[in-house]
């Protein structure tokens, strides 16, 4: 059984391949996968000003907040990957995406920003922040997702399946998926990047970029050090274990241009470039 | 977790020229539900009854505004629920892509949930073109396999979901309309 949601700003495939499955399991699995998927979506967005990732950038500076679990356990991974690649997966930048409009601004603090690393993670899912942040979960949370997805799947005894959301995707079971890679130069294309069996693909580039009203494009890596988007033509996969890092070290593998990058294989990922 | 990348061998950090190993392609086409299947996850257990609507000129043009969506909407596949919700078929054209989605409407007018049933993805002609949308009229779910092989497990940038938004947006508005102040017979 497959079905397809419109969540997380892009269309999300859920697909059960177990052949034993009843229809009626398959249903109610796929259900409660797109349940976690919208949770996600519902506690990181930052599209609204309610949301655990909007609580944090608004008040955690002055008193602890409590978040949901998968909050903690992202801005605790999150602050992981900062350390790990040296500043370059970087979610406190959250107020550029807001000035290049690509976000709502929904915190606007005077005193000078913090980063993750201001972040102190109490135990029972509490945190709190020596300075003021506008963290951005884009980076992570869609991967994120889908591996909470596959959770759901596989707690409702699903053991064959593929979660793609818009691209980041992961496979579980034992079977071989063929996985492909759109030319970054001509979405139309694909290319053929081999088989995968038990894990995740996610990819960074700027093909369906949007061009601004001056006719510059937009991009959508904003790069934290020089605060400029990235604008490469190539793309820029990884594949790795979890989706949650395949999608954020595809980050990491753009801003530094290097497949080898310490911080992808301390994570047993593998980067490949496709070049326009 | 195991990749390997054939034909050329596993290795880690290659660059991959595009034009070495593309498949070209033009068109992709997902099919995900059926309409009964979409009916059954948008409203389970209920009973469905074929509504259609002539839609008038004037109707056509309020919904125009209040939406952006461009393309006629065509009121055949409309079912009413046996507590008076609705579910509309509906088609919405990107650039490249054409979504054809099912909307739940509750009695109360607000959104039920909404269920993508196939998904056309095209470049080099627009899919707005009438001829080239022709060949996927009347297809049915045992094409699945066919349309579906081959083209999964894509990874790259995918398209937005704003004109599904704006169609939504739409449908709204002809329920505001039209659906609202419906009485069955």
Same mark, same amino acid.
């Not at chain 1, 609580?55 to 991974?77: G, M, Y």
């Not at chain 2, 779910?141 to 790259?156: E, F, M």
């Given at each position: 059984?497959?079905?397809?949601?419109?969540m997380?700003?892009t269309?999300?495939?859920?697909?059960? =391949? &177990?052949? @034993?499955?009843?229809?009626?399991?398959?249903?109610?699995?796929? *259900?409660?996968?797109?349940e976690?998927? $919208?949770?996600?979506?519902?506690?990181?967005?930052?599209?609204?000003?309610?949301?655990?990732?909007?609580?944090?950038?608004?008040?955690?500076?002055?008193?602890?907040?409590?978040?949901?679990?998968?909050?903690?356990?992202?801005?605790?991974?999150?602050?992981?990957?900062?350390?790990?690649?040296e500043?370059l997966?970087?979610?406190?930048?959250?107020?550029?995406l807001?000035?290049k409009?690509?976000?709502?601004?929904?915190?606007?603090?005077?005193?000078?920003?913090?980063?993750?690393?201001?972040?102190?993670?109490?135990?029972?899912?509490?945190?709190?922040s020596?300075?003021?942040?506008? =963290? &951005?979960? @884009?980076?992570?949370?869609?991967?994120?997702a889908?591996?909470? *997805?596959?959770d759901?799947?596989?707690? $409702?005894?699903i053991?064959?399946?593929?979660?793609?959301?818009?691209?980041?995707?992961?496979?579980?079971?034992?079977?071989?998926?063929?996985?492909?890679?759109?030319?970054p130069?001509?979405?139309?294309?694909?290319?053929?990047?081999?088989s995968?069996?038990?894990?995740a693909?996610?990819?960074?580039?700027?093909?369906?970029?949007?061009?601004?009203?001056?006719?510059?494009?937009?991009?959508?890596?904003v790069?934290?050090?020089?605060?400029?988007?990235?604008?490469?033509?190539?793309?820029?996969?990884?594949?790795?274990?979890?989706?949650?890092l395949?999608?954020?070290?595809?980050?990491?593998?753009?801003?530094?241009?290097?497949?080898?990058?310490?911080?992808?294989?301390?994570?047993?990922?593998?980067?490949?470039?496709?070049?326009? | 977790?195991?990749?390997?990348?054939?034909p050329?061998?596993?290795?880690?950090?290659v660059?991959?020229?595009?034009?070495?190993?593309?498949?070209?392609?033009?068109?992709?086409?997902?099919?995900?539900?059926?309409?009964?299947?979409?009916?059954q996850?948008?409203?389970p257990?209920?009973?469905f009854?074929?509504?259609?609507?002539?839609?008038?000129e004037?109707?056509?043009?309020?919904?125009?505004?209040?939406?952006?969506?461009?393309?006629?909407?065509?009121?055949?596949?409309?079912?009413?629920t046996?507590d008076?919700?609705?579910?509309?078929?509906?088609?919405?054209?990107?650039?490249?892509?054409?979504?054809?989605?099912?909307?739940?409407?509750?009695?109360?007018?607000?959104?039920?949930?909404?269920e993508?049933?196939?998904?056309?993805?095209?470049?080099?002609y627009?899919?707005?073109?009438?001829?080239?949308?022709k060949?996927?009229?009347?297809?049915?779910?045992?094409?699945?396999?066919?349309?579906?092989?081959?083209?999964?497990?894509?990874?790259?940038?995918?398209?937005?979901?704003?004109h599904?938004?704006?169609?939504?947006?739409r449908l709204?508005?002809?329920?505001?309309?039209?659906?609202?102040?419906?009485s069955?017979?």
């Amino acid at each position: 059984m497959i079905r397809c949601q419109a969540m997380l700003g892009t269309f999300v495939e859920i697909q059960t =391949l &177990d052949p @034993g499955c009843s229809n009626a399991q398959a249903s109610a699995a796929i *259900a409660s996968a797109f349940e976690a998927i $919208k949770l996600v979506e519902t506690l990181m967005s930052a599209y609204s000003a309610t949301s655990d990732l909007s609580r944090i950038n608004a008040q955690a500076h002055q008193q602890t907040i409590t978040v949901h679990p998968w909050v903690w356990e992202v801005i605790a991974l999150s602050k992981d990957l900062y350390l790990q690649s040296e500043g370059l997966f970087n979610v406190g930048i959250g107020h550029m995406l807001a000035k290049k409009g690509l976000r709502p601004a929904f915190t606007n603090h005077s005193q000078p920003l913090g980063d993750i690393t201001d972040l102190v993670l109490l135990d029972t899912f509490q945190i709190r922040s020596r300075k003021p942040v506008h =963290l &951005d979960l @884009g980076g992570i949370a869609k991967g994120f997702a889908v591996d909470r *997805a596959v959770d759901a799947l596989l707690a $409702k005894g699903i053991s064959e399946g593929i979660v793609n959301a818009g691209g980041d995707l992961r496979a579980f079971g034992a079977k071989e998926h063929a996985i492909k890679v759109r030319a970054p130069n001509d979405p139309s294309r694909l290319v053929n990047m081999g088989s995968l069996t038990d894990g995740a693909l996610a990819t960074s580039a700027n093909y369906f970029t949007t061009i601004d009203k001056k006719g510059h494009p937009i991009g959508h890596v904003v790069h934290s050090q020089t605060q400029s988007l990235d604008l490469s033509p190539a793309s820029y996969s990884v594949v790795a274990p979890l989706c949650v890092l395949a999608d954020a070290l595809t980050k990491v593998f753009m801003l530094s241009g290097n497949a080898l990058h310490p911080c992808i294989n301390h994570y047993q990922a593998q980067a490949f470039q496709v070049s326009a | 977790m195991l990749w390997k990348l054939s034909p050329l061998g596993a290795v880690s950090g290659v660059a991959i020229g595009a034009a070495l190993v593309s498949a070209p392609i033009q068109v992709q086409a997902k099919i995900y539900v059926s309409v009964e299947q979409a009916q059954q996850l948008l409203f389970p257990s209920k009973t469905f009854t074929l509504t259609p609507f002539v839609i008038s000129e004037d109707y056509q043009e309020q919904m125009r505004k209040a939406s952006s969506v461009r393309q006629p909407f065509v009121g055949n596949r409309i079912w009413r629920t046996n507590d008076g919700g609705w579910v509309i078929v509906d088609q919405v054209v990107g650039k490249h892509e054409m979504i054809t989605y099912a909307l739940g409407i509750k009695v109360d007018g607000s959104v039920q949930g909404i269920e993508i049933m196939e998904y056309v993805e095209s470049y080099g002609y627009e899919v707005a073109d009438m001829r080239w949308r022709k060949q996927f009229e009347g297809k049915k779910t045992t094409d699945t396999l066919k349309l579906n092989a081959d083209i999964q497990n894509i990874s790259g940038a995918t398209l937005s979901c704003k004109h599904l938004t704006d169609g939504v947006k739409r449908l709204l508005v002809f329920h505001a309309l039209v659906l609202k102040n419906y009485s069955a017979k």
